[in-house]
């Protein structure tokens, strides 16, 4: 009988590890995100799933693979926007998805504030271009962010993270089931 519960308990644990989130991609740089449609337009924003400017800043859109330590070969992404000078900015469009991406890189920094990393936003990080896929995008290991990427996501930071992005399900149940009574 011992046996069984134990089989049953790891089969939970398996399913509730397979329900964490391991991706999130923002949308846009904060910056632009913030401002309604028409504001936007006023500030002359130009976007593209890879590309944004506005008020003569300039953007590209990458991510942050941070591994997960209690898995091989298991990672969080994150898709994010850094801000980039416009020489890096231009030379990433004119090699976009040619050869020539995989030998450039540079320099900028998150223009994202990113859940559960309070001192991310803003932060320098190195880019890796490609032509087959997202720029890689290290970020400096003087944050926390940073230090994640570095050493890895434990399983229980991995939950909170989760619980920060999406609450805590088994709250929101209790408070469906008292709704419904």
Not at 8 to 31: G, H, S, W, Y
Not at 74 to 79: E, L, P, R, V
Not at 128 to 151: C, H, I, M, W, Y
């Amino acid at each position: 009988m011992g046996w069984q519960s134990s089989v049953a308990f790891e089969v939970i644990t398996m399913t509730e590890l397979n329900e964490l989130c391991r991706d999130i991609q923002m949308k846009l740089p904060d910056d632009i995100w913030m401002l309604d449609a028409l504001e936007r337009y006023r500030r002359g924003s130009i976007h593209t799933d890879d590309f944004a400017s506005m008020d003569g800043r300039f953007y590209v859109f990458g991510v942050v693979e941070v591994p997960l330590a209690y898995e091989e070969n298991g990672s969080f992404t994150w898709g994010c926007w850094i801000e980039v000078d416009k020489a890096l900015h231009d030379a990433y469009l004119e090699a976009f998805r040619t050869e020539t991406a995989d030998r450039l890189t540079g320099e900028g920094r998150l223009a994202n504030d990113i859940p559960g990393y309070e001192d991310a936003s803003n932060a320098i990080v190195k880019v890796a271009f490609s032509s087959e896929r997202r720029p890689v995008l290290t970020v400096d290991s003087s944050n926390s962010l940073g230090q994640d990427q570095k050493n890895g996501l434990c399983l229980e930071d991995h939950q909170a993270l989760d619980n920060i992005l999406f609450g805590d399900d088994e709250e929101e149940a209790d408070e469906e089931d008292w709704n419904e009574r």
